[in-house]
């Protein structure tokens, strides 16, 4: 059977039933339409995906909050011994690398929501006017987000590289004597590499705002316009504020972006002195020369507790908004 | 004068769709749209630039200059000497089954979250939405120690799940179905629930429901979701690296890395490498560009 013409567009499809109070589920009374088989069927398809998830995912998240507490050298089970909180102290106190990882991982959510996503605020409002072309601008700002983030570090390499890159070729910073080193000198690589990451974030938040200004409803803007506001006072009266649920999602989105942040700076420069990051000094301990797997999981555990604090609040509220609509 | 009276009135909304006179404003706006995508793209030109020229030429006239000649035998060279074929083929085995998989598994979970009223429905969701939100590095470590624990003999080089693509793909897909699962449950719950309840009622099994029903209705979500784990999955740098350790069986992303190592005293050869590894992507982009961007927006906002 065709349903092309049932359904358009995931955007169309996706607009959610609003007023249908049963959510389009099957009420509880219809249970009973469900006989013994089709409860184990259902048993299974819930099952199984979520046995691989919960096994992969969270098993090995709660095993990271184990971990965390032993020190254990990854040979033979018997090895492992309960420390308590002496990775936890050694990482606050005794770690040269840890603060400077955290400091870098806020300054990068700083730095991200403060310049990219404005950017691509502004971008989006702009192309949402309905102009010529607006598909080629499009594309050009949302190629690098399409792009992997490793092939993304090779890229901006070759305009970094203190020898060869472009920058330095054209200011003529390649001499001896006038020698900028922007992958290599601690106080310049995080901001050579911030730049990097809001070239690709800006095009993200550019997608995510031009989808929010989408469901603005066309006549307020008439409103708007007929009550002889100019296109400022209308943004920043009228569509600004219709777009709180698209700012919620960006944040969080930026959020985490921020904590995941890894392959850029691994293929830059390994996350060495002045780029390091929670997520370097985790794997470095894997992959690393090193192979303390208790205190790697230390640090993962501050990683999954900052992570936590954002995503259970968001979700719960993003859920009981739908349960209410 | 009906006429008359009907253009006055529609003069004041005039649709949106109507072409604008050129107005100077107009043209400042293009001017800095278009020098905006061009300072956007220049990154990536000038990697091309720079891939496009031999490195000996640059070598001896610096990189900010005018080319003698521009060729594409960086690409020939890059694409030969590092057997990126063999890589490719690496990466299709992982990111084919791994993106089948994900979408199978996550309908079906999306199937039982939104069209039963179980009262587990919101705490599973929950689960699933916020796995996927996690930094990856948070399960890494135990990941890592639990791949080297398992033998699968027979399947793998190492008869382990570390270093396999079976590995690769079962993480790939335990991760991402939480995102589809989300996407999938929301966009389930807005088909009409006629639908499900007269099927019920006529004596459908559970399992045609949602195999001969629901799952054909979805297929605007499902090839948007397609789109984006392709392209996911393909760019995916971190797991590989981490649970692969034969450079043999690495993913294309991964594999790069490796090639870069391998040929650092030639930057041009480098750049053509990544950009070869840029161009499946982007083919996919273009060719499916409106499923890649609703798929985007459908996870961050319905509708």
């Known amino acids: 059977m065709n349903t092309d013409t049932l359904v358009k567009s995931p955007e169309v499809a996706a607009e959610p039933s609003r007023g249908a109070s049963s959510n389009g589920r099957v009420p509880q009374g219809h249970r009973r339409l469900l006989t013994r088989r089709d409860r184990l069927t259902l048993g299974l398809m819930a099952g199984l995906p979520t046995i691989l998830h919960v096994a992969l995912v969270w098993v090995t998240a709660l095993a990271s909050i184990a971990l965390a507490f032993t020190t254990w050298d990854g040979i033979g089970f018997d090895a492992i011994t309960w420390v308590g909180f002496d990775n936890f102290k050694e990482l606050f106190t005794n770690n040269p690398q840890f603060w400077p990882a955290v400091q870098h991982n806020i300054i990068w959510f700083v730095a991200l929501i403060l310049i990219p996503t404005p950017l691509g605020l502004l971008l989006a409002v702009q192309l949402d006017k309905q102009i010529r072309f607006s598909r080629v601008y499009q594309t050009a700002f949302f190629l690098p987000v399409v792009m992997s983030l490793a092939v993304i570090g090779f890229v901006w390499q070759l305009i970094y590289n203190p020898d060869t890159g472009l920058i330095n070729s054209l200011i003529g910073a390649n001499e001896p004597g006038h020698y900028i080193d922007w992958i290599g000198d601690p106080d310049l690589n995080l901001w050579a590499i911030l730049i990097a990451a809001s070239w690709r974030h800006a095009g993200y938040m550019m997608i995510l705002y031009l989808a929010g200004l989408k469901g603005v409803d066309p006549s307020l803007r008439e409103a708007s316009a007929l009550d002889g506001a100019n296109e400022w006072q209308t943004f920043k009266n009228v569509i600004f504020p219709t777009l709180r649920p698209t700012n919620t999602v960006v944040l969080v989105v930026t959020i985490i972006e921020a904590l995941r942040a890894f392959d850029l700076v691994f293929v830059f420069n390994k996350g060495a002195e002045g780029t390091e990051l929670l997520s370097i000094l985790v794997t470095n301990n894997i992959i690393g020369e090193s192979s303390r797997i208790g205190y790697g999981s230390a640090i993962a555990v501050v990683l999954l507790v900052i992570s936590l604090a954002v995503i259970i609040p968001y979700l719960i509220a993003t859920f009981r908004k739908e349960r209410q609509a | ?303």
């Open chain 2, 1 to 303: 004068m009906s006429t008359l009276d009907t253009t006055t009135t529609t003069a004041a909304s005039a649709p949106a769709t109507q072409r604008t006179p050129v107005r100077p404003a107009r043209i400042l706006l293009h001017l800095f749209l278009a020098g905006a995508a061009l300072a956007w793209l220049a990154p990536l030109l000038w990697a091309l630039y720079a891939a496009m020229r031999p490195y000996g030429e640059t070598s001896d006239k610096g990189y900010v200059s005018w080319p003698d000649k521009l060729s594409f035998e960086n690409f020939t060279n890059a694409f030969t000497q590092s057997e990126m074929t063999h890589y490719f083929v690496n990466t299709l085995i992982i990111a084919v089954p791994a993106v089948l998989l994900t979408l199978f598994l996550s309908s079906m979970v999306a199937f039982y979250v939104s069209r039963f009223d179980f009262r587990i429905n919101l705490f599973l969701l929950l689960v699933f939405t916020a796995g996927n939100l996690l930094p990856q590095q948070v399960i890494i470590t135990p990941l890592y120690r639990l791949y080297l624990l398992i033998d699968i003999p027979g399947i793998t080089m190492s008869g382990k799940l570390y270093d396999s693509a079976l590995g690769l793909v079962l993480i790939h897909v335990a991760f991402q179905s939480g995102f589809c699962a989300f996407v999938l449950s929301n966009y389930m719950r807005s088909l009409p629930h006629e639908l499900t309840e007269a099927a019920l009622v006529d004596g459908a099994s559970v399992w045609r429901l949602y195999w001969q029903i629901v799952l054909p209705l979805c297929k605007p979500a499902m090839a948007a979701l397609a789109t984006l784990l392709s392209i996911w999955i393909y760019n995916d740098f971190f797991w590989a690296l981490v649970l692969i350790s034969t450079g043999e069986n690495m993913p294309i992303t991964s594999a790069l890395n490796n090639l870069s190592g391998q040929y650092f005293t030639d930057p041009n050869l480098v750049a053509a490498g990544a950009l070869l590894t840029a161009i499946p992507t982007l083919i996919v982009y273009f060719a499916l560009q409106r499923q890649f961007v609703s798929g985007l927006t459908l996870g961050a906002n319905k509708g």
